[in-house]
């Protein structure tokens, strides 16, 4: 897939999006391969980006979705709104006369429950990081973050050491479209944070350093989270599922939604709101289980003597 936007007006779109949308560098990555995808298949067809139809857009949509390695509704989804954003840009801008995407519509993904792991599951991972010495001081640290504050993984890639409010127990950190936002984290993350910074010197700069002193990337993160599921017997455990079941557990100790979507930073309350079906269905299990009038009453008994 393309994903050099050697097409001008796909250039000044993406400059739009990084300095008055703020849009992540993994958004712009993705929404340049999406568009220079477009570009290559409508250059098949004798026509640019400017000149393409609905027709055209419908015609690259569904090749994309033949063959064995179709794209996920969520990816589909994704491509048809960079596809509709960049012609809403063009259109206003006046760089065509008529918008060729504005009845393109996305497929509706289904909405999969959040994966959470269970309390005594997430208190395993967090407290039993890999490797050793510095590093595992670092790796418990990120752990405790992520779980204890309930932030992404690339808030944490972006918090710096001036970003701590080790005696106040809070974090600074920048969410989706640069929002930002005050986020509270327990003890065990605070103790934590104060071991890593004691083993990583003075300074300031990115809060999670590699072995060459400089920022951690999401992708070093996301195996630090994985390897500690793994050690415990929790497999398949990544950053997400920390932050989800930060969510979950804090629901199931009585928070408010509105709080929860206040540490979470979610604009809408409605993503929050999954974690309402998550909890719900987590007590159902519980109670299944435990409670001595959950089970299904045992069948009659026909050899009883009557009386």
């Known amino acids: 897939m393309a994903s050099d936007p050697t097409d001008p007006d796909l250039a000044r779109w993406l400059d739009h999006l990084r300095a008055e949308r703020a849009a992540s560098p993994h958004t712009l990555r993705a929404y340049a391969g999406d568009l220079g995808s477009l570009s290559d298949f409508l250059a098949e067809r004798g026509r640019s980006l400017s000149t393409a139809t609905l027709a055209d857009l419908r015609a690259w949509l569904g090749r994309q979705g033949r063959g064995r390695r179709r794209p996920a509704p969520a990816t589909l989804a994704r491509r048809i709104a960079a596809t509709r954003s960049f012609y809403r840009w063009m259109w206003r801008t006046g760089r065509i006369d008529a918008d060729p995407a504005a009845r393109l519509r996305a497929p509706r993904a289904p909405r999969r429950a959040p994966r959470f792991l269970e309390i005594d599951e997430a208190a395993a991972v967090v407290e039993h990081p890999t490797q050793d010495g510095w590093f595992a001081l670092r790796n418990r640290a990120l752990l405790e973050l992520l779980y204890g504050a309930g932030i992404r993984v690339g808030e944490a890639a972006a918090v710096r050491v001036e970003d701590l409010d080790l005696d106040r127990r809070l974090v600074r950190v920048h969410g989706k479209g640069g929002k930002e936002r005050i986020v509270p984290f327990g003890?065990?993350?605070?103790?934590?944070?104060?071991?890593?910074?004691?083993?990583?010197?003075?300074?300031?700069?990115?809060?999670?350093?590699?072995?060459?002193?400089?920022?951690?990337?999401?992708?070093?993160?996301?195996?630090?989270?994985?390897?500690?599921?793994?050690?415990?017997?929790?497999?398949?455990?990544?950053?997400?599922?920390?932050?989800?079941?930060?969510?979950?557990?804090?629901?199931?100790?009585?928070?408010?939604?509105?709080?929860?979507?206040?540490?979470?930073?979610?604009?809408?309350?409605?993503?929050?709101?999954?974690?309402?079906?998550?909890?719900?269905?987590?007590?159902?299990?519980?109670?299944?289980?435990a409670h001595p009038r959950a089970a299904a009453p045992p069948p009659p008994d026909d050899d009883r003597e009557p009386g």
């Open 187 to 289: 003890p065990p993350a605070a103790d934590a944070l104060r071991a890593w910074l004691e083993a990583r010197g003075a300074g300031g700069g990115a809060l999670f350093l590699n072995k060459h002193r400089t920022p951690l990337s999401t992708r070093s993160m996301w195996r630090i989270v994985r390897d500690a599921g793994a050690r415990v017997g929790v497999p398949d455990t990544h950053p997400h599922a920390l932050r989800h079941s930060c969510a979950t557990h804090m629901l199931a100790g009585g928070a408010d939604l509105r709080g929860i979507q206040e540490q979470l930073g979610h604009a809408s309350l409605s993503t929050t709101q999954r974690y309402t079906h998550v909890d719900a269905a987590h007590l159902l299990r519980v109670y299944r289980a």
